[in-house]
């Protein structure tokens, strides 16, 4: 399921799936469902469109946005596009296409960032009441062929850190509506290194101090 905390609400975000006839399928229902962390209980839960993305648990699936306001959702049917919730009024709002794009990196006042197929980022602009304002698109910024990055950035002081599979570090700052890219650095400093590369699934992590943690193999 989609994960999200709220400190400023105190609230958990949980994206969840039913089907009513469980695990044989039938009738489907996507909701966010509202927990109380002080007592574990549910507090509320909102219906949202049927469609999120439903497999191997990845960061970006969801996100906070404007402050914690809203909440985006990822949804891949496999059109792509991102639900968005408002968690203060307890509502769900509009759903938006975000075609040839995927996840979602929150960034900017009221703004959230996808990663695209062609080596662009697009980012979508929210209106105050959640709904679509519009969107922009980067230059390309990776080679989708030669240099594709995971999808799941190290995010620390305002700059997402995109790590790719061959051991590159593109570093996005993702502080103002506007995202910009800095110059791509090397994980392997050493020249006798350079053969070492990122694998695996959720190949990198990063804890509390900002400090990012990337799981690497001698043979790329």
Known sequence: AAFEYS???NEFYVAETFWSRGG???EQTDVVTIWDPRTLTVIDEVVIPRGRLVGFPKRNVSGLIADDRFLGIYNFTPAQSVSIV???ERKFVA???IAGCG???PNGAGSFT???GNGTFRTTHLQADGSYEGASTTDVLFDPEASPVFEMPLIANGTAYFVSYDAQVL???IRGEKIVAGARWPLAQDASETQWRPGGVNTHVQDSAGLG???MHPDG
Do not use: A, F, N, Q
């Open 7 to 9: 400190s400023k609400r």
């Open 24 to 26: 044989r399928g039938g």
């Open 86 to 88: 408002d968690l203060e």
């Open 95 to 97: 759903e938006i296409p």
């Open 103 to 105: 996840l979602v990196v």
């Open 114 to 116: 996808s990663i695209c």
């Open 171 to 173: 570093p996005v700052d």
């Open 213 to 215: 943690y990337v799981l």
